[in-house]
């Protein structure tokens, strides 16, 4: 590709990185008050007896924010070697794994779904049960995607809208029954607003209403159920509470237990036009707060949902340019108070969806991944590693003495102290959740 061919990078990124005072405010201030709270430790010994005096060393071990990517490649490469790499490098970032469950891939043949994890292999769908399997070793939650999408429809699917409503019902009911005590959120019903054209699924009525009703009845109170769209229908498009991602969200919520709202973030654009036009909308931390302020007003957890910032060569040195759009991102996403959930769509160039492997076509083109093919991080990776698991992360030794507390203030999620006392030294797990005034109490085990 030519130099003449290449977007501008100071242009794509004037308004993301430009100076601007009450941006970085915003984004310190809230990460501090909405990712960090206090608490109070204390000791007690294996009687029940306050302990006087002791030195708590304390590390988190994990983050109660979820940051997830996809693992559609799990067991997905030629030798064990480089599926343990994939897995590793996974589990060391991310605490969230997005497990496929698309309707042609899960169910190719009619009442033959892939759910046990000896099903026959297809690419990037490995089955729920290994991918749930992989999330309990490592200590990954899993979330489920998608229950009901317009792509991805069996061929073998009725036509007539009461056959295709009861086959429906069937899959919601055969995937709760499996899954429902065991994956936690779905996204029940995926990019309604992008259906186009003709589609059976124009014939059954509402579709998303039927999605959510369908989920209501058959999964546990307890499931987040989450209505999923698409980067132009979540961020741009924007006429007030007109935005048609917002109406459609604010339906929903009055009528069914919608638990969080799923926005996805592609820039998938492939002319220097389109991606020197991201300044304006996509890549503008003013419009971004401007989204994701009015989605706030719902009352509901958001999710970014789908991530996929490129590395490519269409703009100067394109890993760099990803691994700076990346953090900054992050940034801006992680101090939203209304954020729970952060999830990067490919970790590994050269797998993207409906491209060949290890090559540059489709969604590849975009070199969208984290990590080289051969599992080799690239900077955006290190980016991510730095801000998870060292910038927020705590770390702190306190001092207890005459037996009363210490306080401590981190990021939420789950920690280990390592208490050296007067009886010797020992290692206690303890989780610091986002509710105030929260009191630890950390009980040794040796008398």
Same mark, same amino acid.
């Given at each position: ?246 109406? &459609?969200? /604010?339906?929903?919520?009055?009528? #069914?237990? $919608?638990?969080?709202? %799923?926005? *996805? @973030? ?37 999710? &970014?949902? /789908?991530?996929?910032?490129?590395? #490519?060569? $269409?703009?100067?040195? %394109?890993? *760099? @340019? ?47 991944? $984290? ?77």
């Amino acid at each position: 590709m030519s130099a003449a061919a290449k977007a501008d990078r100071k242009i794509v990124t004037e308004n993301l990185f430009r100076p601007d005072a009450e941006i970085e405010n915003r984004i310190q201030r809230d990460t501090e008050r909405h990712r960090k709270g206090f608490a109070h430790l204390r000791v007690q010994d294996a009687n029940g007896q306050i302990v006087e005096n002791a030195k708590v060393e304390i590390k988190q071990r994990s983050h109660e924010f979820k940051f997830g990517c996809n693992m559609f490649l799990l067991d997905q490469f030629d030798d064990d070697a480089h599926n343990l790499a994939y897995e590793e490098a996974f589990a060391k970032v991310f605490n969230q794994a997005i497990i496929p469950f698309y309707w042609s891939d899960l169910e190719p043949e009619q009442g033959k779904p892939r759910f046990a994890k000896d099903s026959e292999p297809i690419y990037r769908r490995p089955p729920p049960d290994r991918c749930l399997e992989v999330c309990q070793e490592r200590g990954i939650a899993p979330k489920g995607h998608p229950l009901l999408w317009q792509e991805f429809w069996p061929e073998w699917l009725p036509k007539d809208p009461a056959s295709l409503r009861r086959v429906i019902e069937k899959r919601y009911q055969e995937i709760s029954a499996r899954y429902g005590n065991s994956i936690p959120t779905f996204d029940v019903c995926n990019e309604a607003l992008a259906l186009g054209g003709t589609h059976p699924l124009r014939d059954i009525g509402n579709h998303v209403d039927y999605a959510f009703a369908l989920a209501e009845k058959y999964f546990p109170a307890s499931t987040t159920l989450v209505y999923n769209e698409t980067t132009d229908n979540s961020f741009t498009y924007f006429r007030g509470e007109h935005t048609p991602m917002y109406m &459609l969200c /604010e339906h929903l919520a009055e009528r #069914y237990p $919608l638990g969080a709202v %799923g926005l *996805q @973030f592609h820039l998938f654009d492939r002319t220097p036009e389109k991606v020197e036009n991201y300044r304006n909308e996509l890549l503008n931390p003013v419009n971004i707060f401007r989204f994701l302020d009015l989605y706030a007003k719902l009352g509901l957890p958001l999710k &970014l949902s /789908e991530i996929t910032i490129p590395g #490519y060569t $269409l703009v100067d040195d %394109g890993e *760099q @340019f990803q691994a700076d759009v990346v953090e900054k991102l992050y940034r801006i996403w992680f101090s939203h108070p209304a954020m729970d959930e952060i999830d990067f769509w490919n970790l590994v160039d050269g797998t993207a969806a409906y491209s060949p492997r290890n090559t540059f076509e489709g969604e590849n083109f975009f070199q969208g991944g $984290l990590v080289n093919y051969d599992i080799s991080p690239k900077a955006g990776y290190k980016v991510l590693d730095r801000l998870i698991n060292e910038e927020w992360n705590t770390r702190e030794t306190l001092e207890i003495s005459a037996g009363k507390s210490a306080q401590f203030h981190g990021y939420y999620g789950n920690y280990e102290a390592t208490i050296h006392y007067a009886g010797g030294v020992e290692t206690v797990a303890f989780s610091h959740p986002k509710i105030l005034n929260h009191e630890i109490t950390l009980k040794l085990k040796e008398v």
